[in-house]
């Protein structure tokens, strides 16, 4: 009988609504958390944390790709810049030298004639140095930070390269003028002559030192001038075998302090190599009849 009692107590207690409702709700959560189930809560957040992970890898990839090509892209543009610009270094070195060589035998020919006549125009517009600065902007297009100390380093050496042309330029100019006037003493027209021989100097210093800046300390840039003057001189043989490429003592006492200076700017070693080379060049442009300096020459009206 007790036994009986015991079991109807249960019964009516699992038939309460509200126990059946609590089971209900406990079978629902246990099943909700062992199923397997794309939306549920728990999971769909996994997945995001899986996605964004997918997707940072991807993203690493795509950087690490753009880093090379980057890398890359600068090495080609580095190059390509060394190339052009050793070239044009090169080319303004050579035309500085011809340049003094012929303003050296210009004054030893207006010395001989006390500064009576005076150059045409054309001749010493030849003088004057042509260097294209419109595109001196692309020493500042770097494609990685760490060369864009080192591209405003070689802008500001190309910037003072273009400054010291100007002033070279300015320089002939006023020479010019001064030549043309026979009222302006000899003095001051040798001054000018002085003023010119420096100015080259300078230039061709900065030159030197901005490709030494760019292309390292063995760049054969400056080696470039003797070179060409031995290309110049090869090209008149049949001229400057003749024996008056000798120089004459008071001449060499115009030309040695020009060269000696020079040489210091230029840091030359093969001085006397490059300088019997100049002394035939200049021998050249005294004595040439149909290209030299004479033929150029103009009288003042008594």
Known sequence: MQSTDTLKIITDSLLNEGHLR??????????????????????????????????????????????????????MFLSMKTQIYESIFKLLLQDLYRIQCDILSLQIVL?????????????????????????????????????????????????????????????????????????????????DFSIIYNSIGFLSQRIIKTAMSIYGKNSDVGLSILHYAKRALASKDHIISKDYCVISPKYENIIAPVFNDY????????????????????????????????????????
């Not at 769909?44 to 890359?72: D, H, N, P």
């Not at 770097?142 to 080192?150: A, D, H, L, M, P």
């Not at 200049?282 to 103009?298: A, H, Q």
Request: glycine share 2%; hydrophobic share 40%; net charge negative.
């Open 111 to 191: 010395m001989e004639d006390n500064f009576l006549s005076y150059p045409a125009d054309r001749y010493l517009k030849r003088m004057m140095i042509k260097f294209d600065d419109s595109n001196l902007d692309s020493f500042l297009v770097v494609f990685n930070k760490k060369y864009k100390r080192e591209a405003e380093e070689h802008y500001l050496d190309m910037q003072e390269i273009s400054r010291l042309t100007h002033d070279y330029n300015i320089n002939v100019e006023m020479l010019m003028e001064h030549l043309k006037e026979s009222s302006i003493d000899t003095n001051t027209k040798l001054v």
């Open 22 to 75: 609590k089971i209900q709700e406990f079978t629902q959560e246990t099943a909700s958390n062992t199923a397997f189930s794309f939306w549920r809560e728990a999971d769909f957040w996994e997945y995001i944390a899986i996605g964004l992970s997918v997707i940072a890898i991807l993203f690493a990839v795509v950087t690490a790709i753009a880093q090379w090509k980057t890398e890359r892209n600068t090495r």
């Open 263 to 302: 040489f210091q700017y230029t840091n030359i070693s093969d001085t006397k190599e490059i300088m019997l080379l100049t002394h035939k060049l200049i021998s050249y442009e005294l004595e040439s009849s149909e290209l030299g300096v004479k033929r150029c020459l103009i009288k003042f009206k008594s």
